[in-house]
């Protein structure tokens, strides 16, 4: 079931995209070393919606290129060409 089309901001290339167990937080990484982290709600249902990133993390000194969340949603981990993975 669709609920929203995110009309998110140019980030390029997405090297990975991890969704957390309720659809309350996804998770972009991309070539640019960044973590891109979303919050889309409930009240854009049905609608397009643009939604800024709620933050942007830098952990890789490379490319990320894998991200999971954890089963509670609590905790996110990536891993990068640079052969680390963070928590």
Do not use: M, Y
Not at 47 to 65: C, F, N, Q
């Amino acid at each position: 079931r669709r609920l929203c089309r995110l009309n998110l901001p140019l980030i390029t290339p997405i090297t990975a995209v991890a969704l957390n167990h309720d659809g309350s937080q996804v998770a972009i990484g991309s070539k640019d070393w960044k973590i891109h982290l979303f919050e889309p709600t409930a009240k854009f249902e049905g609608a397009d919606a643009r939604v800024d990133p709620r933050a942007e993390l830098t952990a890789h000194s490379a490319p990320v290129e894998s991200l999971v969340f954890a089963a509670k949603g609590d905790r996110l981990v990536s891993g990068g060409s640079d052969g680390s993975v963070k928590v």
